[in-house]
Structures are given as structure tokens and as C-alpha cells.
């Protein structure tokens, strides 16, 4: 009698780990998920900027026709992504295309001083150091989901139920490079 009631308590305390470990890796998995959706509205917004900057410098710089096209095309890219390395490329192709068209800003000083291209560029600006941090926090919840997926005992849980490790939101590899400062 003694030895059933110890079997069913240690069945009891397994179930009850592996209910805990389950849990663990679910809510470990939904933090990712909303992490994701949080860098996805930051990076609609900085989307849903980019008209408005887009039409203020057209009407400065009518001729530089090849730098709106390539910041249109990156916009609908991004827009477009549905997986976190697609929406990383996408994100760092507009990134880019943006740079050249601040660039072609710094030509016109009349646009420059223009307050609803300075508003845009600040509100800009504050998406870009949102999008940093959202980043950030997804790449820290995705570490620590990961090291869940990975780690005994909760490893045997999430290969046992089909716990797949998610991936980063990396920077692109021109961006890690030291800028060259020629004075």
C-alpha cells in the first residue's frame, strides 16, 4: 500500500512538472510572438511616415526621381515581409534607402529648414530609437525562449511538443562595420 501511494505521488510530481515546464515554454513562446508584434508596429509606423516625408522632399527635389523610387520600393518590401528575416531584410533595404534620401536633403536648404520636414525627420527619428529597443527586447525574450527550448529539463518538453527555437532579429553586416571619419 505504502509503495502505491509513493508511485502515484511521484507520478503526480511529474505531471505536475511537466504541466510546468509545458506552461513555462508556452507563455516563454507567447512573449516572443509579442515582442515580434511590438518591432511590427514600430516598423508600420516608420512605414506610414515615409509618404509623408517622401512627398514633402518631391516637391523640393523634383529630379531625384531614383531615390523616391528606391525608398517606394523598399517601403512596400517591408510591408510586404510575413517572417522576421524577411521584415530584417526589408527593414535594413529601407534603412539604407532612407540615408540616401536625407542625403539628397542636405542638397536643398530650403527643405532643410522646412518645419514639416524637420517634424517628420524627428518623428522619424524617435520610431527608429523605438524600433532599437524593440529589437533589443525581442532579441532578449528569443535568448531566453530559446535557452528554454534548450535546456534540461524543459528540453525534453519542447522537442516533446514541438517547441521550435526562434531566430533573431539581427543587424545587417554593413551596419557593424566602423564608419570611415576623413577630416
Not at 531615390?67 to 535594413?92: C, H, I, P, Q, W
Not at 524637420?118 to 531566453?144: C, G, P, W
Request: hydrophobic share 45%.
Amino acid at each position: 500500500m505504502l509503495i502505491a501511494i509513493i508511485i502515484v505521488a511521484i507520478i503526480i510530481i511529474i505531471a505536475i512538472a511537466i504541466v510546468l515546464l509545458y506552461n513555462g515554454l508556452v507563455d516563454s513562446r507567447n512573449k516572443v510572438k509579442n515582442a515580434w508584434s511590438q518591432i511590427d508596429v514600430q516598423l508600420t509606423r516608420r512605414a506610414d511616415l515615409i509618404p509623408n516625408l517622401l512627398e514633402t522632399v518631391k516637391g523640393y527635389a523634383k529630379h531625384e526621381k531614383s531615390v523616391f523610387e528606391e525608398v517606394t520600393n523598399a517601403r512596400s518590401n517591408l510591408m510586404g515581409a510575413n517572417t522576421v528575416k524577411d521584415s530584417e531584410k526589408a527593414n535594413n533595404q529601407l534603412t539604407e534607402s532612407l540615408k540616401s534620401l536625407f542625403a539628397v536633403a542636405e542638397n536643398y536648404p530650403d527643405l532643410k529648414a522646412n518645419s514639416n520636414f524637420q517634424d517628420l525627420q524627428n518623428k522619424l527619428s524617435e520610431t527608429e530609437d523605438k524600433i532599437a529597443y524593440s529589437r533589443q527586447f525581442y532579441n532578449d525574450t528569443v535568448l531566453m525562449y530559446n535557452n528554454k527550448c534548450q535546456m534540461f529539463p524543459s528540453s525534453i518538453i519542447a522537442k516533446l511538443f514541438n517547441f521550435n527555437e526562434e531566430v533573431f532579429f539581427e543587424a545587417e553586416s554593413s551596419s557593424k562595420s566602423v564608419p570611415k571619419v576623413d577630416f
